[in-house]
Protein backbone atom coordinates (compact mmCIF):
# COMPACT_ATOMS: atom_id res chain seq x y z
CA UNK A 1 0.00 0.00 0.00
CA UNK A 2 1.29 3.22 -0.97
CA UNK A 3 1.58 6.17 1.55
CA UNK A 4 -0.50 9.25 0.31
CA UNK A 5 1.52 12.54 0.22
CA UNK A 6 1.20 14.95 3.25
CA UNK A 7 -1.47 17.36 2.76
CA UNK A 8 0.03 20.67 0.97
CA UNK A 9 3.23 19.31 -0.34
CA UNK A 10 4.11 19.32 -3.97
CA UNK A 11 3.44 15.62 -4.48
CA UNK A 12 -0.03 16.14 -2.89
CA UNK A 13 -0.48 19.04 -5.28
CA UNK A 14 0.77 16.49 -8.50
CA UNK A 15 -1.70 14.30 -8.02
CA UNK A 16 -4.46 16.38 -6.93
CA UNK A 17 -4.05 17.66 -10.09
CA UNK A 18 -3.42 14.50 -12.53
CA UNK A 19 -6.40 13.63 -10.94
CA UNK A 20 -8.23 16.55 -12.83
CA UNK A 21 -6.35 16.53 -16.04
CA UNK A 22 -6.82 13.06 -16.71
CA UNK A 23 -10.38 14.06 -17.83
CA UNK A 24 -9.14 15.81 -20.53
CA UNK A 25 -7.59 13.20 -22.52
CA UNK A 26 -9.97 10.51 -23.18
CA UNK A 27 -9.31 10.36 -26.87
CA UNK A 28 -12.59 11.92 -27.94
CA UNK A 29 -11.23 15.35 -29.41
CA UNK A 30 -14.72 16.91 -29.15
CA UNK A 31 -15.37 15.71 -25.60
CA UNK A 32 -12.06 16.84 -24.47
CA UNK A 33 -11.74 20.10 -25.74
CA UNK A 34 -15.35 21.01 -23.93
CA UNK A 35 -14.20 19.20 -20.72
CA UNK A 36 -10.58 21.20 -21.52
CA UNK A 37 -12.93 24.23 -21.42
CA UNK A 38 -15.18 23.18 -18.18
CA UNK A 39 -11.62 22.90 -16.53
CA UNK A 40 -10.28 26.24 -17.36
CA UNK A 41 -13.33 28.02 -16.41
CA UNK A 42 -13.90 26.17 -13.44
CA UNK A 43 -10.99 27.28 -12.25
CA UNK A 44 -11.61 30.94 -12.83
CA UNK A 45 -14.67 30.72 -10.93
CA UNK A 46 -13.65 28.97 -8.33
CA UNK A 47 -10.22 32.11 -8.51
CA UNK A 48 -13.55 34.38 -8.38
CA UNK A 49 -15.51 32.89 -5.46
CA UNK A 50 -12.74 33.22 -2.97
CA UNK A 51 -11.94 36.20 -3.57
CA UNK A 52 -15.21 37.51 -3.40
CA UNK A 53 -15.42 35.78 -0.10
CA UNK A 54 -12.16 37.25 0.62
CA UNK A 55 -13.24 40.59 0.13
CA UNK A 56 -16.76 40.32 2.08
CA UNK A 57 -14.16 39.10 4.87
CA UNK A 58 -11.80 42.48 4.36
CA UNK A 59 -15.02 44.51 4.86
CA UNK A 60 -16.32 42.64 8.26
CA UNK A 61 -13.10 42.65 9.41
CA UNK A 62 -12.63 46.84 8.97
CA UNK A 63 -16.16 47.27 10.51
CA UNK A 64 -15.16 44.97 13.49
CA UNK A 65 -11.86 47.18 13.78
CA UNK A 66 -14.00 50.45 13.48
CA UNK A 67 -15.79 49.36 16.38
CA UNK A 68 -13.27 48.53 18.18
CA UNK A 69 -11.85 51.65 17.60
CA UNK A 70 -14.67 54.00 18.48
CA UNK A 71 -15.60 51.65 21.34
CA UNK A 72 -19.01 50.51 19.92
CA UNK A 73 -20.85 47.85 21.64
CA UNK A 74 -24.36 48.53 20.54
CA UNK A 75 -25.78 46.28 18.32
CA UNK A 76 -27.54 48.54 15.81
CA UNK A 77 -25.22 49.61 13.61
Known amino acids: MTEK ?3 GTTEYYKQYFADI ?3 VATGDAAKDAATTLSLLQGFE ?3 FEWMNYHED ?11 FLLGDTSENN
Open 45 to 47: QAI
Open 21 to 23: IAD
Open 57 to 67: AVKNYRELHRR
Open 5 to 7: PAY
